[in-house]
Each structure stands twice: as structure tokens, then as C-alpha cells.
């Protein structure tokens, strides 16, 4: 496909989605909820079309010599089929929100004043490896009466094909527009140029993938974009804090899987509780091949542990985000340092204290200016799912509109409306 038709083609899709938007905003709940359990029966259904589409992705990424992690993405197991297919059944049970007047007040004048829930329109999502997310992009495109255009990386395109294609039966089953939800075809990168460019088609862009997709589209999008660059997330250690509880929600963190944004990449440990967690926490570490880059004070209570992978951290270490057996390492004076050091080091995704001292929570959750702030719990749980939303479009670090997993509030706006009775202005 030449640039010319690929432009032509990006267009054609925006045209359709645009059209199709208007139609998924008028559809009511039962019909948007219709076709989100067709997608979860579908899904159940198929498993055969899509491993065979999958086998294809995983032998041509083998093949071409991509790293294990990255494979290791791409796997459309029946676990992540069933979670999928879980997450569309989920959605299909929450609340209505489109539609939603909230605080209504009268005024003065007369009128009532209040701002009700829409859709944001059209909106692109590209993204890299995780055939899945296609599934979750498409069912909270469904729910929240948006229209969407989805491009996957090249290295999932037989899998998201494949899923895209049972996302438009199950459109077409509800009475809703295929077109609600369309796949990007072409493996074409002008392909994602032209879409980040469409502002007459496109009302925001979501890019899901490595930092360098993602410094990319935020530097050459004509619309708006919701993003995160870096999941360098943090641990703190508290004094006072259950040992017991600490090592296990710090092993979890960590190695419960390395390649995710809300791995835990940062450990930083309270001096009065240091010389007792690190060896156990070490220990831990070590028979799971983690190395520790750490501060002197860190590397001294570290050094004695069998078989530690550990050395000196740079100043790099401490904002790095590894997405690898790689932790940084650091002994603090306690609430105060631990506090300051993750506003200035962390990206601002997930960041997580384990305490026993109620008022050291409050003061994390209120002064640490990140999108996930947690109080005894690993940071692997900064997740759509697990937070309850169904399904994530992405998790935003930024500041405006939508923070941290992007679900279906992220995926709407909301309106002025005005009621009155005839009243004029004076």
C-alpha cells in the first residue's frame, strides 16, 4: 500500500467512525450491554480461530528474533481470552453513565444548572505487543458510546485481526455499527501519521507501548493526547511496618511479573527498620536473580545476603524505569526523605507505603503526586481490572481529565445543560 492509499484508507476509516460515534452515543444501555456479552460469548467460542491467528504472530515474532518478554506478550493464553471475556461481561453489568445529569442546583435566575455524562466521540489507540488490549479498547469503546480506531503493532496483526473481527459481529448482532469499531489493517507506520493527524475525524489519541511510540505521538499528534511515558513506581518501607507484610507485598511488587508499567522498579526502606528487611527482602531477591543497585547504607546490609547480585546505584538508577530484574535500592531517614525523593525521582504512576502508622498513610496518600497512591497493597494493582473498571484503555499520568487507569469516566466528557421554565436574563 503506497502513502497516497494509505492515506486514503486512514481517512475512509476516520470518515466511518465518525459516523458510527454519532450512532453509538444515541444507542441505550441495553443495546451497547447486548453487544458486550456477544463479545464475551464470541470470545468463549473461538478459541480455536484465535490460537491459530496467534501461532502466526508467535512464529513470525520467534523467527525474527524478538525478546522473550516481548513474546512473551503476545500470547492470546485461554487464561487472558477468559479475562478478556470476563472484562466485556463486567462492563455489560455496570451502570448506565452516558446520560448522567450530575449536580443539578438551581439558581437565582430560576434555571437549573447541572453537567451531564457524554461520550468524547472518536477516539485512535495504538499500542504495541498485547493483542488483548484490543478486546478491552473495543468494550469500553462500547460501553462509554464512543467509536474507536485501533492500531496494533505489526507483530500482533493475525491476533488482532482475528479479535477484531469477532468485535464486529458482536456490533452487528446488537443492531450497532461495525464500523463502531475498526482495526487498522495495514501494517504501514505512515499509517499511524496519518491517524495522530485527523482532528476532523479523531477527538483524542491513546498510545499504549514503549516510551519511544509514545514521545513520538505526543510530539507529532495534532489531538489531544491521554499518555504515560515511564512506570518507575516505588515502594517506602515505614517505620513502624509488619516485616512479614513488607517482604511479601515487596517480593510481589517486584517479581510477580517484571515487564509491566506498575512493576514496582524503586525500593526505598526506613533506617529503622532497615537492618531487619533488607537481608530478609535480599534473600528473596537473590534466589530470583534480582539484582540490587543500592546506596552505601543499602549495599552494607545487602552485601552479606548468598548469592546477592547487588552494586553501587547512580544517580540514573534512581528515575530508571528497568521492566527487568533490576531494582534500585535505597535506606532513607524515613516519611519525610521517602515522600521527597518519589515526587522528585518517580514518573508519577504507582507509588506504595507499608505501614503500621495511620497518620504516615494519610500524609503518603496526600503529598505523594502520583495517579496511584497505595497504603499496604503492591503496586501491581494500578490496573483497570483490578481497580474494577472492566477493562483499562491505558493509565495516564497526566494531570488533566484522566488519571491513572483510563476506564470508562476517562473515555466520556461532561456537558453544561441548562433547564428552565421560560426565564429570561435581566
Same mark, same amino acid.
Given at each position: 500500500?503506497?502513502?497516497?492509499?494509505?492515506?486514503?484508507?486512514?481517512?475512509?476509516?476516520?470518515?466511518? #467512525?465518525?459516523?458510527?460515534?454519532?450512532?453509538?452515543?444515541?444507542? /441505550?444501555?441495553?443495546?451497547?450491554?447486548?453487544?458486550?456479552?456477544?463479545?464475551?460469548?464470541?470470545?468463549?467460542? =473461538?478459541?480455536?480461530?484465535?490460537?491459530?491467528?496467534?501461532?502466526?504472530?508467535?512464529?513470525?515474532?520467534?523467527?525474527?528474533?524478538?525478546?522473550?518478554?516481548?513474546?512473551?506478550?503476545?500470547?492470546? *493464553?485461554?487464561?487472558?481470552?477468559?479475562?478478556? #471475556?470476563? &472484562?466485556?461481561?463486567?462492563?455489560?453489568?455496570?451502570?448506565?453513565?452516558?446520560? /448522567?445529569?450530575?449536580?443539578?442546583?438551581?439558581?437565582?435566575?430560576?434555571?437549573?444548572?447541572?453537567?451531564?455524562?457524554?461520550?468524547?466521540?472518536?477516539? &485512535?489507540?495504538?499500542?504495541?505487543?498485547?493483542?488483548?488490549?484490543?478486546?478491552?479498547? #473495543?468494550?469500553?469503546?462500547?460501553?462509554?458510546?464512543?467509536?474507536?480506531?485501533?492500531?496494533?503493532?505489526?507483530?500482533?496483526?493475525?491476533?488482532? !485481526?482475528?479479535?477484531?473481527?469477532?468485535?464486529?459481529?458482536?456490533?452487528?448482532?446488537? +443492531?450497532?455499527?461495525?464500523?463502531?469499531?475498526?482495526?487498522?489493517?495495514?501494517?504501514?507506520?505512515?499509517?499511524? &501519521?496519518?491517524?495522530?493527524?485527523?482532528?476532523?475525524?479523531?477527538?483524542?489519541?491513546?498510545?499504549?507501548? +514503549?516510551?519511544?511510540?509514545?514521545?513520538?505521538?505526543?510530539?507529532?499528534?495534532?489531538?489531544?493526547?491521554?499518555?504515560?511515558? /515511564? &512506570?518507575?513506581?516505588? *515502594?517506602?518501607?515505614?517505620?513502624?511496618?509488619?516485616?512479614?507484610?513488607?517482604?511479601?507485598?515487596?517480593?510481589?511488587?517486584?517479581?510477580?511479573?517484571?515487564?509491566?508499567? =506498575?512493576?514496582?522498579?524503586?525500593?526505598?526502606?526506613?533506617? +529503622?527498620?532497615?537492618?531487619?528487611?533488607?537481608?530478609?527482602?535480599?534473600?528473596?531477591?537473590?534466589?530470583?536473580?534480582?539484582?540490587?543497585?543500592?546506596?552505601?547504607?543499602?549495599?552494607?546490609?545487602?552485601?552479606?545476603?548468598?548469592?546477592?547480585?547487588?552494586?553501587?546505584?547512580?544517580?540514573?538508577?534512581?528515575?530508571?524505569?528497568?521492566?527487568?530484574?533490576?531494582?534500585?535500592?535505597?535506606?532513607?531517614?524515613?516519611?519525610?526523605?521517602?515522600?521527597?525523593?518519589? =515526587?522528585?525521582?518517580?514518573?508519577?504512576?504507582?507509588?506504595?507505603?507499608?505501614?503500621?502508622?495511620?497518620?504516615?498513610?494519610?500524609?503518603?496518600?496526600?503529598?505523594? /503526586?502520583?495517579?496511584?497512591?497505595?497504603?499496604?497493597?503492591? *503496586?501491581?494493582?494500578?490496573?483497570?481490572?483490578?481497580?474494577?473498571?472492566?477493562?483499562?484503555?491505558?493509565?495516564?499520568?497526566?494531570?488533566?481529565?484522566?488519571?491513572?487507569?483510563?476506564?470508562?469516566?476517562?473515555?466520556?466528557?461532561? !456537558?453544561?445543560?441548562?433547564?428552565?421554565?421560560?426565564?429570561?436574563?435581566?
Amino acid at each position: 500500500m503506497n502513502a497516497l492509499n494509505v492515506a486514503e484508507y486512514v481517512h475512509t476509516l476516520g470518515l466511518q #467512525a465518525r459516523v458510527a460515534s454519532a450512532r453509538m452515543a444515541s444507542a /441505550d444501555a441495553a443495546t451497547k450491554n447486548r453487544a458486550l456479552r456477544a463479545l464475551a460469548r464470541l470470545l468463549r467460542e =473461538n478459541p480455536a480461530p484465535l490460537a491459530e491467528a496467534n501461532a502466526r504472530d508467535l512464529a513470525r515474532a520467534e523467527s525474527a528474533g524478538l525478546p522473550p518478554p516481548m513474546v512473551d506478550r503476545l500470547r492470546l *493464553t485461554p487464561k487472558v481470552i477468559e479475562t478478556v #471475556a470476563q &472484562g466485556c461481561d463486567q462492563l455489560a453489568a455496570m451502570p448506565e453513565l452516558i446520560g /448522567d445529569i450530575v449536580g443539578l442546583q438551581q439558581q437565582p435566575s430560576g434555571i437549573r444548572v447541572g453537567r451531564m455524562r457524554v461520550p468524547l466521540g472518536v477516539f &485512535g489507540m495504538i499500542f504495541e505487543s498485547r493483542p488483548n488490549v484490543t478486546i478491552e479498547a #473495543a468494550s469500553l469503546s462500547i460501553k462509554s458510546g464512543n467509536a474507536c480506531i485501533l492500531r496494533g503493532g505489526s507483530e500482533a496483526i493475525e491476533s488482532n !485481526k482475528a479479535l477484531a473481527e469477532l468485535v464486529g459481529r458482536a456490533l452487528a448482532e446488537a +443492531g450497532l455499527p461495525p464500523e463502531a469499531v475498526q482495526l487498522v489493517a495495514t501494517t504501514d507506520r505512515e499509517a499511524v &501519521g496519518q491517524l495522530i493527524a485527523m482532528p476532523e475525524y479523531v477527538d483524542v489519541i491513546i498510545p499504549r507501548g +514503549g516510551k519511544g511510540l509514545i514521545e513520538r505521538i505526543s510530539r507529532e499528534a495534532r489531538v489531544p493526547v491521554i499518555k504515560h511515558l /515511564d &512506570g518507575n513506581c516505588h *515502594t517506602y518501607v515505614d517505620d513502624p511496618c509488619d516485616i512479614a507484610m513488607a517482604v511479601a507485598v515487596a517480593d510481589n511488587a517486584k517479581t510477580q511479573k517484571y515487564s509491566p508499567c =506498575n512493576a514496582t522498579e524503586g525500593l526505598l526502606v526506613a533506617r +529503622g527498620v532497615a537492618a531487619e528487611f533488607l537481608p530478609l527482602i535480599g534473600r528473596i531477591y537473590a534466589d530470583k536473580g534480582v539484582e540490587m543497585r543500592g546506596d552505601a547504607e543499602a549495599l552494607a546490609l545487602l552485601a552479606a545476603v548468598p548469592g546477592a547480585k547487588v552494586q553501587a546505584a547512580t544517580e540514573e538508577d534512581w528515575s530508571e524505569e528497568y521492566l527487568a530484574p533490576v531494582i534500585s535500592v535505597k535506606v532513607v531517614e524515613g516519611l519525610d526523605e521517602a515522600i521527597a525523593h518519589i =515526587n522528585r525521582y518517580s514518573s508519577h504512576h504507582t507509588d506504595a507505603i507499608l505501614t503500621r502508622d495511620h497518620m504516615h498513610a494519610q500524609r503518603f496518600l496526600r503529598e505523594v /503526586d502520583s495517579a496511584s497512591v497505595m497504603v499496604n497493597a503492591s *503496586t501491581r494493582f494500578a490496573d483497570g481490572f483490578e481497580y474494577g473498571l472492566g477493562a483499562e484503555i491505558g493509565i495516564s499520568t497526566d494531570k488533566f481529565h484522566a488519571r491513572g487507569p483510563v476506564g470508562l469516566e476517562g473515555l466520556t466528557s461532561l !456537558k453544561w445543560v441548562v433547564l428552565g421554565q421560560g426565564e429570561i436574563r435581566q
